[in-house]
Nanobody, 127 residues
């Protein structure tokens, strides 16, 4: 069974950077579509970024983070990362790593298609 564990969250000032990490264990990692989602206080969970499985090297981003966040993966280490730059208080949220372990290996923004989720890591951006 696949397990995902996020790390790297914390408190940062506006304009700062953080890198979130997600470690996957339990199965061959490379075919999985991997995504990052977030839930801000009082809001529904939303898509942040996704990266294709296998070697397609295709990514997708929410408009709100495009140009500031970068998703990447290291299949040799079973890791996926979210580099977050130019953070604003609006980025404050719990961030979740998710995997889609079946079907197409193209990235998707649809939460319901991701079948494995991590526990989340909190990111707080102070003004």
């Amino acid at each position: 069974q696949v397990q995902l564990v996020e790390s790297g969250g914390g408190l940062v000032q506006a304009g700062g950077s953080l890198r979130l990490s997600c470690a996957a264990s339990g199965r061959t990692f490379s075919p999985f579509v991997m995504g990052w989602f977030r839930r801000a206080p009082g809001k529904e969970r939303e898509f942040v970024a996704a990266v294709s499985g296998s070697s397609r090297d295709s990514t997708m981003y929410a408009d709100s983070v495009k140009g500031r966040f970068t998703i990447s993966r290291d299949n040799a280490k079973n890791m996926v990362y979210l580099q977050m730059n130019s953070l604003t208080p609006e980025d404050t949220a719990a961030y979740y790593c998710a995997a889609k372990t079946y079907g197409s290996d193209l990235p998707t923004t649809t939460q319901a298609l991701y079948n494995i989720w991590g526990q989340g890591t909190q990111v707080t951006v102070s003004s």
